[in-house]
Each structure stands twice: as structure tokens, then as C-alpha cells.
């Protein structure tokens, strides 16, 4: 019909008012919303999964570009730095927003060692604590699985638990 409106058609397929009024049931909206509790149930988990992933992509890529400046710092001066204040590094943050851990083994520090107390490095340990801000010297103590360490003098970068 040419006279007829787009809202006259819609009307016919969805009438509002009067007592043919339609709507949701309860029965669609509990559906619903179940759904979106699942769909949530699964998300969250994988964003927060996600989330760590990065923050420890980012702190391992930290740890490559200080782990540059500390041998800068060792050619230009033929010794590794005491701290990370000596190459201004001292005020970076990892993404948990603790400071970076940095021990000149050279100095006498005991070294962070593996589950078989093997040294991690021979000439620095260099690593974030984590989500939780804390550590041990045992890398597979829980305080230290969330850690992103360097191993193997730089040849590897990574979680603790990774390890």
C-alpha cells in the first residue's frame, strides 16, 4: 500500500501498546542473562591471563634494555655498576610498579640460584619481583615464581616459574 508509513509496517510486526502489547519473558531474560554470565565467566579470566602475559613481556624487555646500559656501563669503565643509580636506572618501575632488583655479584652478594643451588649468573642478577613484591634467593620458593629473571648471564629472560 503507498500510503502506508515504515512505523505503520513496523507496528504490524511488532505492535506497542493497547493489550497486544509484547515483550520479554521472564523466562527469555533469565536466558539471557545466564548467557552473559557465562560469556563473563570465561572473559575475565582470559583478559586477566592476557593482562599478566604483557606485563611480563614488558618487564623482560625492561630487563634487556637495562641488561644493555650495565654493559655500556661495564666497557666504558671496565667493572660492572654497584647499583642501578650508577647508569640512572634507579627510578624505573616494573609494571607492578616495584624497582628493578640489581646485585653486582662481583661485590660478594650471594647470587639467586636455581632449585639445585646452581647460580643463575656469574656476573649479575638483574630481575623484577613480580606481581606479589617479593623474592628469595631460590627461584622455585613461591615468593620467586612470579619473578621475571635473567639467567645464564642474558641468555635467557622470562618468569621464574618458566624456568
Known amino acids: 500500500m503507498p500510503g502506508r508509513t515504515v512505523s505503520s509496517r513496523l507496528k504490524e510486526w511488532w505492535p506497542v501498546g493497547g493489550s497486544g502489547q509484547r515483550g520479554f519473558s521472564l523466562v527469555e531474560l533469565v536466558l539471557v542473562v545466564s548467557f552473559l554470565g557465562i560469556l563473563m565467566m570465561i572473559a575475565i579470566p582470559t583478559f586477566r591471563s592476557f593482562v599478566e602475559r604483557a606485563r611480563v613481556s614488558r618487564a623482560a624487555a625492561d ?58 649468573n656469574s656476573d649479575y642478577d638483574l630481575y623484577s619481583l613480580g606481581q606479589d613484591g617479593q623474592s628469595a634467593q631460590v627461584i622455585s620458593d613461591p615468593a620467586s615464581l612470579d619473578d621475571v629473571i635473567r639467567v645464564s648471564d642474558g641468555g635467557w629472560v622470562g618468569k621464574g616459574a618458566n624456568f
Not at 660492572?80 to 616494573?94: F, K, T, W
Open 63 to 120: 630487563i634487556r634494555a637495562i641488561e644493555k646500559d650495565i654493559t655500556s656501563y661495564a666497557l666504558d669503565y671496565d667493572r660492572y655498576p654497584n647499583s642501578l643509580s650508577d647508569i640512572h636506572r634507579d627510578g624505573l618501575r616494573d609494571p607492578w610498579g616495584h624497582p628493578y632488583q640489581y646485585v653486582n655479584l662481583s661485590s660478594g652478594a650471594p647470587p639467586r640460584q636455581s632449585t639445585f643451588f646452581i647460580d643463575l
